[in-house]
């Protein structure tokens, strides 16, 4: 992929519909399996993510294909939430915002954390291929951590 068709902006307001489109295509299969997908809870928990994380969309040949929200402490930087509507998957665009999410903790030597979803096997799988690796799980969850080099 080359680096010009790919684009990350920052969320506005106007945005929120679209953010919830893409994570309801992205990732209700796995809520469903694990707790039941409740549209007014999976709703309100969206609006308060929105309104609280620093959200940035994807574009890819400036088009919206879907959203990036990551976090700052003092020892880490955080992965969120990072969803690419299907029928954008498997291009590199995932790889390409995760390459950028950690040259910018590698310039600030802080690791990368995130977790999955233990039957997102795929997500699983592809955090394994970016370096990261399982340091601690949940009933629901693994905790994955890549240190930078």
Known sequence: MAV???NIRDARSND????FTVKKAAFREYVEQVWGWDDSYQRELHDRRFASQDLRIIQFCGT???FLATSRTRATLKVDQLY????????GIGTACMAR??????LRQKPVVLQVLKINTR???FYQKLGFIIVGETTTHVQMKKVPE
Do not use: K, M, T
């Open 64 to 66: 919206d294909v879907g």
């Open 84 to 91: 690419i509507l299907p029928e954008y998957q498997g291009r």
């Open 4 to 6: 010009e068709e790919l």
């Open 16 to 19: 929120n519909e679209f953010v």
């Open 101 to 106: 999410v950690l040259d910018d903790a590698s």
């Open 123 to 125: 997500g699983i799988a």
